[in-house]
Each structure stands twice: as structure tokens, then as C-alpha cells.
């Protein structure tokens, strides 16, 4: 049959317009009522994060519609008995033609919010960004199948619309599944989203594909014919068993929502030597990359002006660049600072002063380790003391405005919490009174080795802070 007849006769084009319409709703409206179209296009801007985010919603109705429309056409063919009229056809033949459009369907549904969201963000597709759009592809075919065989098995009437129910529920509700953890990972829906910087592993996509397709070939085996068709069934449906076994014990080790991902691929552009300064290219920002280098280098040399002992890193990476889960850890050579983020913020001047409360937090070091965290608890003095110098060292880049903002929201679990940030404001105004500069940088010492001698012992094994505020916290 020819492909502009066997379209016109597929039930895949007198629903399109459900399907297609149900699309549009979903992308125009669902996808940016979570993501206003503004803050999309404004960046960060990462292809696979991008492609990921426009196919949550997609994948459950791309595998229920193919399904229930390869139920109604293998219930079609069933009907017409087009097996009896034509027997010196090849079985395989006949049902391909007939599913063609429906497994059309299937990727129209997942490829045209891919495209929209692309095309809105101006973003090409790379290898690794259509990962999950290959894995989708290639599961629509394995539903496809399955949807075949059904139509075989009962009237299509009743198998087109219950298989597509069943189907998109069964999906959706996978989501909610904690114990046992591997149909979230499994059923083609996935439960794992992307940052900027990363893309799927293989083995997050590959595992769902090869379940699906093991088991529309094993379901293929038996409505197959032929003279050895019992051992091909027994043969298909072990390795059926046997793909869904392994591949349920490797996901049954992944988190929540924490499938296997690469980290750190997004392209960044730098300036300048010690300190090298990098910010991602498409996180938003990188035009103000001078303007950030700038930042950076003008609170070291203040910062060492004022007496404050720091070791200049020879490179300062955008945090973006990395979730804050799989980030490495700042080093005395490489700081990683939240850069694109407080690149955004900039004062009606130009002046960026969240970058420079970023380098304040990575150049004041202890010679002890902080609380990870803190609770309403603990005894206030150290940090009073700890928080003083901090603050003293802010004053010194102007960077006080935001590291004050920071410590009224932590001081907002404290009942006293006014008292104690007035108490450090008071602290910082004496060691900033002083009249040498001598004497202002022997009072910043003594204020961080005051607070050292202050702080309770911590439990063994507790956790802890390095000896700087931490740039990563």
C-alpha cells in the first residue's frame, strides 16, 4: 500500500488533532505556567536541561497514544482478516505498514515540544541533549508493538482505549514509587532531571529502552508464526525476564529522582591570569565577564591591603557550572563562586556586590572548623566573634549589605536574633575604629582566634565547615 493511501486510512491522522492539540495545551501552557517564558529565554541556557524539561510532560501520552493506536489497528486488520486475504504476505510486512503512523504519532508528540523549546531558546540540539529524545523514540516503537498484538487479542473497541488508560497511568504513577525504586528509573518516564552542565549517562537512557524492547519482542515471539515459534517465544521470553532482572537490580541502587548523570560539559569562557576568571558561556552573564574579573580582583587587593592573610587562587570558577551535589569542593588554587548568579544582581552603579561577598567568604579562613550547620541551641558567643570579623573583612570591599542580609535570615531562628546581629554590627565598628591599620588587622586576628576558643567541642564525626565561610555552603 502506499504510504499516502496507508496515512489516509490510519486512524494516526483523524486524531491528530486531539493529539496535537492536547501538545500545544501542554507546551504553551503547562511548561511555561512552571517556567515563565521570560525566565527561559533570560538563561541559563543549556540544551539538555532544555530538552529534558520539554519532554516531562510528553512521555506517558506519546507511549499511551501509540499504544492505544496500534491496539485499533492490529484490531482493523484482525477485523477485515487481511492474514486470510493476503497469506503469501509476510506478517511482519503487513503489521510494520500498518503501525507506521501510529509510531509517527508517538514522535510527533515528543519531537514537536523538543522543537518548540529549541527554537524558543535558540539552542541546537547536540548528541548528548537528545538522549532522552532517542530513548522515547525508540520505546514508542516497543509500545507500538505491544499495542499490535493487543488489537489481535480483543475487540479494538475495548483494546485501543483501555490499553491507552492503562498505559498513561501506569507511567504517570511510577513517579510515586519509593519501595521498590527501579519502575521510576524503568518505565521510559524519567525521573531524573538535569542541571546546567550535564546530560543523561547512557545508562540512565538505555536501561528503559532495552526493557521495553525486550518485552515487545518477546510479545512479538508469540504472536508470531512459523515452524519454530515455540522456541522462539521460550528464547525471547528469558531474555525478556532476564533484561528486566538486571537492569530492576542496577536501578534498585540509584536515588529518588537520582539517576546516573555527567557533570561539568557546559563551554566557559575566561579572563586573565591569577586569578583566572571563568564564567559559563551560556549561563546568562558572560558579557559582564571583565566587569566580574574586575570584582574579583579588586576584593583581593583590598582584602590584602587591609592585612586580611589570603592565598590568591589561580583560577575562579562560575559555580553554575556544576550543581552544588556534584561540585568539587574550592582548593586554595580553584574557588568555585556562585559568579553568573550574582552577575545578575548588579546596583543601579554597575558594581557587583554579591561577587564580592562570595570572594569575602572564600578568602577569610579559621584556624578551626565551624558547625556545618547551626541551631537555635547552640551557644551564640563564637559566632559572634567568628561572625565579626567576617563582617569587618566585608566592610573592607563594601560587601556588608548582603553578608548582614545573610545573617538576619540565619539569626531568624534565634529568639534574641536582633540582639546578636546588633551585637556583631557593634563588634565590626570597633575593630573598623581603630586608628592604625596595625591595630585593625592584630583585632581581626584576635577576633577569629576568639571565636576558635569559644566554640564547643564538636561530637566526633559531626559535621563541619572548612575553616573558611565556605564559598560552596
Known amino acids: 500500500m502506499k504510504f499516502r493511501a496507508l496515512l489516509r486510512s490510519?486512524?494516526?491522522?483523524?486524531?491528530?488533532?486531539?493529539?496535537?492539540?492536547?501538545?500545544?495545551?501542554?507546551?504553551?501552557y503547562a511548561l511555561h505556567f512552571q517556567d515563565p517564558y521570560e525566565e527561559v529565554i533570560g538563561g541559563p541556557l543549556w540544551a539538555a536541561q532544555q530538552v529534558a524539561a520539554s519532554?516531562?510532560?510528553f512521555y506517558a501520552f506519546a507511549y499511551a497514544i501509540t499504544l492505544g493506536l496500534a491496539a485499533w489497528e492490529g484490531g482493523r486488520l484482525q477485523r477485515d482478516r487481511v492474514w486470510d486475504l493476503a497469506p503469501g504476505r509476510p506478517r511482519w510486512r503487513v503489521a510494520g505498514e500498518a503501525i507506521a503512523p501510529t509510531v509517527g504519532a508517538g514522535w510527533a508528540i515528543l519531537l514537536l515540544p523538543v522543537g518548540m523549546r529549541l527554537i524558543e531558546t535558540r539552542l541546537l540540539p547536540t548528541p548528548t541533549a537528545v538522549l532522552p529524545l532517542l530513548m522515547g523514540m525508540g520505546i514508542?516503537?516497543?509500545?507500538?508493538?505491544?499495542?499490535?498484538?493487543?488489537?489481535?487479542?480483543?475487540?479494538?473497541?475495548?483494546?485501543?482505549?483501555?490499553?491507552?488508560?492503562?498505559?498513561?497511568y501506569v507511567i504517570s504513577k511510577t513517579s510515586a514509587y519509593s519501595d521498590p525504586i527501579w519502575p521510576r528509573h524503568l518505565s521510559g518516564q524519567l525521573d531524573t532531571s538535569v542541571a546546567f552542565g550535564e546530560h543523561y549517562s547512557p545508562a540512565t537512557v538505555l536501561l528503559p529502552f532495552l526493557v521495553a524492547a525486550a518485552v515487545a519482542a518477546a510479545v512479538a515471539a508469540w504472536w508470531s508464526r512459523g515452524p519454530r515459534r515455540l522456541p522462539l517465544r521460550l528464547v525471547a521470553t528469558a531474555a525478556a525476564l532476564a533484561t528486566l532482572v538486571l537492569s530492576a537490580r542496577t536501578a534498585s541502587?540509584?536515588?529518588?529522582?537520582?539517576?546516573?548523570?555527567?557533570?561539568g560539559h557546559a563551554p566557559v569562557r575566561c579572563a586573565g591570569e591569577a586569578p583566572r576568571v571563568c564564567l559559563a558561556e551560556t549561563g546568562g552573564a558572560v558579557e559582564r565577564l571583565d566587569d566580574v574579573r574586575s570584582e574579583v580582583v579588586g576584593s583581593l587587593e583590598k582584602l590584602r591591603a587591609a592585612g586580611v592573610d589570603v592565598t590568591v587562587p589561580s583560577t575562579v570558577t562560575d559555580g553554575l557550572l556544576y550543581r552544588s551535589s556534584?561540585?568539587?569542593?574550592?582548593?586554595?588554587?580553584?574557588w568555585w563562586l556562585p559568579l553568573t548568579a550574582q552577575a545578575?544582581?548588579?546596583g543601579p552603579d554597575g558594581r557587583i556586590a554579591g561577587i564580592r561577598h562570595a570572594v569575602v567568604l572564600s578568602s577569610v579562613t579559621f584556624p578551626?572548623?565551624?558547625?556545618?550547620?547551626?541551631?537555635?541551641d547552640v551557644p551564640a558567643a563564637w559566632m559572634i566573634n567568628r561572625d565579626a570579623a567576617v563582617l569587618w573583612a566585608a566592610y573592607t570591599v563594601d560587601a556588608q549589605t548582603p553578608y548582614l542580609r545573610r545573617r538576619a535570615d540565619e539569626y531568624g531562628q534565634f529568639a534574641n536574633g536582633p540582639e546578636v546581629l546588633a551585637k556583631v554590627r557593634e563588634r565590626a565598628e570597633k575593630g573598623r575604629a581603630l586608628p592604625t591599620a596595625a591595630q585593625r588587622t592584630a583585632w581581626f586576628e584576635q577576633e577569629k582566634a576568639k571565636a576558635c576558643r569559644q566554640m564547643p567541642k564538636q561530637p566526633a564525626g559531626g559535621p563541619a565547615t572548612t575553616g573558611s565561610e565556605g564559598a560552596d555552603s
Open 253 to 263: 541502587g540509584w536515588g529518588i529522582a537520582d539517576g546516573p548523570v555527567s557533570a
Open 368 to 376: 578551626c572548623a565551624f558547625p556545618a550547620t547551626i541551631t537555635s
Open 140 to 168: 514508542v516503537c516497543a509500545y507500538a508493538v505491544v499495542g499490535f498484538v493487543l488489537g489481535h487479542l480483543a475487540p479494538r473497541v475495548i483494546a485501543a482505549p483501555s490499553g491507552a488508560v492503562a498505559t498513561f
Open 55 to 57: 519532554l516531562t510532560y
Open 10 to 28: 490510519s486512524s494516526a491522522l483523524w486524531t491528530a488533532p486531539v493529539w496535537g492539540g492536547i501538545v500545544a495545551f501542554y507546551f504553551f
Open 344 to 346: 545578575e544582581t548588579a
Open 326 to 334: 556534584t561540585r568539587p569542593r574550592s582548593t586554595t588554587s580553584t
